[in-house]
């Protein structure tokens, strides 16, 4: 069975700071891997993903994640956070047939302070 | 282009009783989903629809909890009777169907308080 750890459930920073959120999987069969972000009175949103092809993948404002098979990890990082991402982010797991059921982790909560 | 449409936002309820869940999902999404979120925890499936048919409804615990999506469009996930351990936020999503991009569309959810 698939499962996902998210190793911190907060993480606070400073802006301009860099930040890493890690995530860790659990699968006997190969997976699709997704951040996914709640900010503050919004639905979760789609940050970034990986299917397959290069291993380091990037969303639009900066934040990366890169895909490690042999330690299971899929951690985001992102070399200097504002304010604005202040908000939730979810580590998720699919896998392949598994018609975009999508696993997700308990989440971290990442708090940007001035 | 309009998101996924859930309501209503808040709802307490007491123990025993029921209540409903609605959702409309975005224009064109075969896919729908509903997700229970306990707080603390992550979103946790309780049952995928495509079109009007089910896919998974694994999780879904079935001696309460029923779900329907007449028409292959709006849903209705429902709660009878309600436990205190239901209290939770629940999600509804939408994709287009087919593949396995992940890319969920996730309306603001439905927050359910059981006293």
């Known amino acids: 069975a698939q499962s996902v750890t998210q190793l911190d459930s907060q993480v606070p920073v400073f802006e301009e700071a860099p930040v890493e959120l890690r995530c860790n999987y659990s699968?006997?069969?190969?997976?699709?891997l997704f951040w996914y972000v709640q900010y503050p009175n919004q639905g979760l949103q789609l940050l970034l993903k990986?299917?397959?092809?290069?291993?380091l993948v990037e969303s639009i404002n900066g934040f990366e994640a890169e895909f490690n098979k042999s330690q299971t990890s899929f951690h985001l990082r992102k070399p200097s956070v504002h304010i604005s991402d202040t908000a939730e982010y979810f580590c998720?797991?699919?896998?392949?047939?598994?018609?975009?059921?999508?696993?997700f982790g308990a989440g971290t909560r990442l708090a940007v302070h001035p | 282009e309009a998101g996924v449409a859930q309501s209503p936002r808040y709802k307490i309820i007491e123990k025993r009783q029921s209540v409903a869940f609605w959702c409309n999902p975005i224009?064109?999404?075969?896919?729908l989903y509903w997700y229970q979120q306990i707080l603390g925890q992550g979103p946790k499936l309780l049952i995928q629809?495509?079109?009007?048919?089910?896919?998974?409804d694994s999780q879904l615990p079935k001696d309460r909890f029923s779900a329907e999506r007449l028409k292959g469009v709006d849903s209705t996930l429902k709660i009878q009777p309600a436990k205190l351990e239901d209290s939770a936020v629940y999600l509804c999503?939408?994709?287009?169907?087919?593949?396995?991009?992940?890319?969920?569309?996730f309306g603001e959810g439905s927050r359910l308080t059981v006293l």
């Open positions: 999503a939408s994709s287009f169907a087919g593949g396995n991009t992940g890319e969920l569309f």
């Open positions: 699968s006997s069969v190969s997976v699709y």
């Open positions: 990986y299917l397959s092809g290069s291993t």
């Open positions: 998720a797991v699919s896998f392949s047939g598994g018609y975009n059921k999508l696993i």
């Open positions: 224009s064109g999404h075969a896919t």
């Open positions: 629809f495509q079109n009007n048919g089910v896919v998974d």
